[in-house]
């Protein structure tokens, strides 16, 4: 309760000052999604490839993302977008299966901003390990509007945390992994790895965790939102 | 969005028959217009629409489908399918997807589904004769063995038969002589009419006409006929469509036989009847051990028929009733009437009615009164006649000897209050093990008073006796369920991993205790395990849902064993309880892991009421 007062008000205060125009409506379209159940509301799934785990120091490779609506996760909605990075992606090419070719249809980090914001709009944001995706696009935010902003959404891995808790007195390394969270929910191992298939991943990941917390009508996204 | 980037989704779909046969454009096209819903056990249901016809692709879990009325239709998980009768037949789905496992679900749209119809031929075929084949399904299964057995297997090899220039009585004679209904008539080795007992009544005695009349002027000429070789369906078809009753069978142009609408009643779903007509029709030991020779063919039809097991055994225990009631009528012309009331009693699985093939015979006499010489000789007599009757017709002797023949258990109803009276007040866990079989007792034949006595003395003893009953509780947590399985494997719960499973002693057997012990702290009368679980439903300190619970997890066992033994003699092996892993379906595992869990949370149960154990 008083969670969901405190996150309401900081979208109230954060909206309220807010200069971009953009920024302000994707604040005032999530304020009425609060209320509502996880089927009715509409939720958006997303993943972020980076260069490293630093929001300071590392950046955005892609971004993934696919709409889930009452209950239903659109596979034809599904998007991925690529965006243009500064020096080479070194290291991480390997994990992530890019090579510096194909970042040639990349967008550059500003217009992926926008873009992604034009599409949460009316959604709310679904991440596993939400934290980490949100303060990358805070810190992209900050850095373009001079302000600081604080995101809110779903984070599967905090809800799977939480259940774990429930069910045994610790966690193990690992288990919180999306992988094993998903094995848990019998949800099938998937190979290939990029921002839309982690999106997917996650996305079915919460769906199966809300049906077996009590079902897509019975809980709200208040509950659940951080 | 560019599909090839979903690659887990699009691998999945294009394994899948009959997408396989889809080119790649079709393929992408597809998988763009999915929908993914997940469903959990906790709905129960999955919401189908029947508005918004769609393809359900299983990814993951398990799912059955029934009619309203919870008929099976089908069971379907990784890569089967459901919604497609909706789609093809454009009739609204009544049909119930229930969530036997949670998973996921990969939506295909109707237009979308169409579309890939109208693309690909052998994809549209593909899911037309898989319609099919369920509307067959639906339909029901006793008709299963009726469409494909052919008529040849119906026949007697024995030609009755006339030339058209006998006279009617001599066929009346001849029909009466061979107690058939009807005659066929040749001339000159071909066939030229049939005569039937209703001729004889309309077209002769109705008409006044003599015995000396010729066949030839009122034989139905030119009969239908049908080929040896056809389906007794097409035989049934015939039949119902001309409105006849017979209909002679021919070879190669000649006539063989005559097959009767009495012949095709008698082929269908009543063989167990017509075997335990032909039991009670037998005079001698000699004829009873011929026709018991059917047995083991009559369980094999009942488990092809997809019986339940529960209806199996009772057909079983009917049929061994039935043996059991002749021997002793047959002992009986020989030994004359008993010098005083008895009972014939069964025991175990008899008593129980779930008797499986092999099962070895578990009885005993109870007598009215104390026996004399003369008594105690003509009741060891008609024991051993019966007892080595019984051996003969395939119900071995009991190694444990608890058989009427032994004259420890051929005593009289004193007698048996007194052993049971021992049982109960100073129970020996180890004598009562021994002891447990004769707690599930049933009347065969003889007076049902002396049982009755017997068994309100036996409930009224052991009714709320919370020794007893702890020590029988004792007893029936020895042996435990397994755990379920793991690839080839067993897993017990002690983790250890063993090659097989015995169903009987680590399954059916657990639930039989268990059922036992509930029945005999409640004072009920049943014997039957389903029946004692029903009746304990509403019982002050009872969970339903516990007792629905334990009778579905039996009826599964049980049923798994009856497969498992059909199997082994198809396969010509010996029969045995013991199940192998590797013979069964990844659903069919997780339904025996499920019983298996049912069982332990009831012995938990159990040990909690009358044990005070946690």
Redesign the interface.
């Known amino acids: 309760m008083l969670a969901k007062l405190f996150i309401k008000s900081v979208i109230h205060y954060q909206s309220y000052r807010c200069q971009d125009k953009q920024l302000r409506s994707y604040q005032q379209a999530l304020l009425p999604l609060l209320d509502l159940t996880i089927r009715k509301a509409p939720l958006l799934a997303l993943d972020l490839e980076m260069t490293g785990l630093n929001a300071k120091s590392d950046q955005i490779i892609s971004i993934g993302l696919i709409p889930i609506i009452n209950g239903q996760i659109k596979i034809s909605q599904g998007k991925h977008q690529l965006i243009k990075i500064e020096g080479s992606v070194g290291q991480s090419a390997t994990i992530h299966g890019l090579v510096d070719a194909d970042l040639q249809q990349a967008v550059s980090l500003e217009e992926a901003l926008q873009w992604l914001l034009t599409e949460a709009t009316g959604s709310v944001l679904v991440a596993h390990h939400a934290p980490l995706d949100l303060s990358f696009i805070e810190q992209a935010l900050h850095k373009q509007h001079q302000q600081k902003h604080r995101l809110f959404a779903i984070d599967t891995l905090q809800i799977e945390h939480q259940r774990l808790l429930r069910k045994q007195p610790m966690i193990k390394e690992g288990e919180l992994r999306l992988t094993n969270c998903r094995n848990r929910y019998n949800l099938p191992h998937y190979d290939a790895h990029n921002a839309l298939v982690d999106a997917l991943s996650c996305a079915e990941l919460l769906l199966a965790q809300v049906s077996q917390m009590g079902g897509l009508d019975a809980i709200k996204v208040s509950e659940l939102i951080r | 969005?560019?599909?090839t980037?979903?690659?887990?989704?699009t691998n999945?779909i294009k394994t899948l028959p009959p997408f396989d046969i889809l080119n790649d454009q079709l393929i992408h096209q597809c998988?763009?217009?999915?929908?993914?819903?997940?469903?959990?056990k906790?709905?129960l249901l999955v919401h189908v629409d029947s508005n918004e016809a769609q393809l359900y692709i299983v990814?993951?879990?398990a799912f059955e489908v029934t009619t309203q009325k919870g008929d099976l239709i089908d069971r379907v998980s990784d890569g089967q399918y459901f919604g497609f009768s909706g789609m093809l037949s454009g009739e609204k789905v009544v049909n119930k997807v229930h969530i036997l496992?949670?998973?996921?679900i990969y939506?295909l749209p109707l237009k979308s589904f169409n579309q890939l119809r109208a693309a690909s031929q052998p994809f549209d075929r593909f899911f037309n004769q898989a319609f099919a084949k369920r509307l067959r399904h639906q339909g029901e299964l006793k008709r299963k063995q009726i469409t494909t057995r052919r008529i040849s297997s119906l026949i007697s090899e024995k030609l009755i038969s006339l030339d058209s220039n006998s006279t009617i009585q001599q066929a009346a004679i001849l029909m009466s002589e061979k107690r058939v209904s009807s005659l066929i008539i040749i001339d000159n080795q071909q066939l030229t009419g049939i005569l039937t007992d209703r001729d004889l009544r309309n077209r002769i005695l109705a008409k006044g006409l003599n015995g000396d009349t010729l066949i030839k002027r009122v034989m139905t000429k030119n009969p239908i006929t049908a080929q040896k070789e056809a389906l007794i369906f097409e035989a049934m078809l015939l039949m119902s469509e001309k409105n006849i009753h017979h209909l002679p069978i021919v070879e190669n142009g000649l006539p063989i036989s005559m097959l009767t609408s009495t012949d095709i009643m008698r082929s269908q779903s009543s063989q167990p009847l017509l075997l335990i007509g032909q039991i009670d029709r037998q005079n001698n030991l000699e004829s009873l051990v011929t026709v018991s020779k059917q047995l083991p063919s009559l369980l094999q039809n009942l488990i092809n028929s997809d019986a339940k097991a529960q209806e199996i055994g009772r057909i079983l225990t009917l049929v061994t009733d039935a043996l059991t009631k002749r021997l002793i009528f047959i002992a009986q012309l020989q030994l004359g009437n008993a010098p005083m009331k008895f009972c014939w009693l069964s025991f175990g699985s008899q008593a129980r009615q779930d008797q499986a093939a092999g099962a070895d015979q578990d009885n005993a006499l109870l007598l009215e009164f104390e026996t004399d010489d003369s008594s105690k000789r003509y009741f060891k007599q008609l024991a051993e006649l019966v007892c080595d009757g019984l051996n003969s017709c395939g119900f071995p002797h009991c190694p444990g000897n608890i058989m009427a023949k032994n004259p420890k258990w051929n005593i009289s109803l004193q007698q048996w209050q007194k052993n049971f009276s021992y049982w109960i007040t100073t129970p020996q866990p180890q004598a009562l093990l021994n002891a447990t079989i004769f707690f599930d007792m049933r009347p065969i034949y003889g007076d049902n008073k002396l049982f009755e006595q017997l068994q309100s003395n036996i409930l009224k003893q052991t009714k709320n006796n919370d020794i007893f009953l702890a020590a029988l509780t004792h007893n029936a947590v020895q042996q435990i369920a397994p755990l379920g399985f793991f690839k080839n494997f067993v897993i017990e719960r002690d983790g250890s991993e063993v090659k097989g499973i015995d169903l009987k002693h680590k399954g059916v057997a657990l639930i039989n205790d268990i059922a036992r012990i509930y029945a005999l702290a409640n004072g009920l009368t049943a014997v039957n395990s389903k029946q004692r679980l029903t009746a304990l439903i509403g019982t002050t300190g009872i969970n339903k849902q516990d007792m629905l619970n334990l009778i579905d997890a039996l009826e599964f066992i049980a049923h798994k064993r009856l497969i498992n033994q059909g199997v082994q003699y198809e396969q010509g092996l010996v029969l045995s309880n013991y199940l192998i892993p590797s013979n069964l379906s990844p659903l069919a595992r997780h339904h025996l892991k499920d019983a298996f869990k049912v069982i332990d949370d009831s012995q938990s149960g159990i040990k909690l009421t009358f044990l005070r154990q946690f």
Request: proline residues 3%; contains cysteine.
């Open positions: 969005m560019d599909i980037e979903l690659q887990p989704i999945f998988c763009q217009s999915l929908s993914i819903v997940y469903y959990s906790n709905a990814r993951s879990g496992e949670d998973g996921l939506q």
